[in-house]
């Protein structure tokens, strides 16, 4: 008789899967737990960019690495290459994949349609308190911003880049819709990093003040508007990207 249970992560990607069996309980849970272990560890790397468009992946190299065997390190790779972040060629390997500015494009516009509904729902209805936690994160990531010699700086200013876009959803009591939202942009969130070390970077505190007040007394045109402009700089941050590592980008 076959078990299965799952335990969601904080990502929406399942943290361990329980998958027991009477006779081999212990090994499939085992297995299965080394797998997800292993995509987790490889896409984090990927989208941080530690890994780099090209880079290859050896999966017994990594297997070792993570000390877990080489089966559930290849079921990774397989995942990773479903969501487009690794690219397996039987003749030349296994690479990570390049950014793919098509599917980044998809991926931002999505986003952009149910983050815009979540604020309108929020619209003119924040509580003071509400709208003084959105003024503290802006200023928290000013500061971090300012200090460069602030440790996790960059990983820091992702968290609370993040954290500004993910109180819409904590509010309106759908944080969940921004976890997996958060987990489906594969190819956008790979550009973060670039945007962190270029002129865009500095927009960011502007934009978020833009979105807070658009929330607090603006129509939903506002809001739409003040959402967009922000959320399609990115493209600003790939075309400098792009001018120094065009190897990095496809447009398929």
């Given at each position: 008789?076959?078990?299965?249970?799952?335990?969601?992560?904080?990502n929406m990607v399942p943290?361990?899967?329980?998958?027991?069996?009477?006779?081999?309980?212990?090994?499939?849970?085992?297995?299965?737990?080394?797998?997800?272990?292993?995509?987790?560890?490889?896409?984090?790397?990927?989208?941080?960019?530690?890994?780099?468009?090209?880079?290859?992946?050896?999966?017994?190299?990594?297997?070792?690495?993570?000390?877990?065997?080489?089966?559930?390190?290849?079921?990774?790779?397989?995942?990773?290459?479903?969501?487009?972040?690794?690219?397996?060629?039987?003749?030349?390997?296994?690479?990570?994949?390049?950014?793919?500015?098509?599917?980044?494009?998809?991926?931002?516009?999505?986003?952009?349609?149910?983050?815009?509904?979540?604020?309108?729902?929020?619209?003119?209805?924040?509580?003071?308190?509400?709208?003084?936690?959105?003024?503290?994160?802006?200023?928290?990531?000013?500061?971090?911003?300012?200090?460069?010699?602030?440790?996790?700086?960059?990983?820091?200013?992702?968290?609370?880049?993040?954290?500004?876009?993910?109180?819409?959803?904590?509010?309106?009591?759908?944080?969940?819709h921004y976890n997996y939202?958060?987990?489906?942009?594969?190819?956008?969130?790979?550009?973060?990093?670039?945007?962190?070390?270029?002129?865009?970077n500095k927009s960011v505190?502007?934009?978020?003040?833009?979105?807070?007040?658009?929330?607090?007394?603006?129509?939903?045109?506002?809001?739409?508007?003040?959402?967009?402009?922000?959320?399609?700089?990115?493209?600003?941050?790939?075309?400098?990207?792009?001018?120094?590592?065009?190897?990095?980008?496809?447009?398929?």
């Open positions: 008789m076959l078990l299965t249970a799952v335990r969601p992560s904080g943290e361990l899967i329980y998958h027991f069996d009477t006779l081999k309980g212990e090994k499939i849970m085992s297995s299965l737990s080394a797998r997800e272990t292993a995509y987790q560890t490889i896409r984090s790397r990927i989208i941080t960019m530690e890994l780099k468009p090209g880079d290859p992946l050896n999966d017994r190299e990594l297997a070792e690495e993570l000390g877990i065997s080489r089966t559930p390190m290849r079921e990774a790779l397989l995942m990773l290459n479903i969501a487009r972040m690794v690219d397996i060629k039987p003749q030349s390997g296994t690479h990570v994949a390049p950014i793919n500015l098509k599917l980044m494009e998809m991926e931002q516009f999505s986003r952009y349609a149910l983050e815009k509904e979540v604020l309108n729902r929020l619209r003119g209805k924040l509580t003071e308190q509400q709208i003084a936690d959105y003024r503290r994160c802006i200023d928290d990531y000013r500061a971090l911003e300012a200090d460069l010699g602030q440790p996790r700086r960059t990983a820091r200013m992702l968290e609370l880049d993040n954290a500004f876009h993910r109180r819409a959803f904590e509010i309106c009591g759908i944080e969940d939202m958060l987990s489906k942009l594969q190819h956008v969130e790979r550009i973060r990093k670039f945007s962190l070390q270029t002129e865009e505190c502007g934009a978020h003040t833009r979105i807070l007040e658009a929330l607090i007394s603006g129509s939903p045109e506002d809001v739409g508007e003040a959402l967009q402009s922000h959320l399609t700089r990115y493209k600003l941050s790939v075309e400098q990207a792009r001018s120094v590592h065009p190897e990095y980008f496809i447009d398929e």
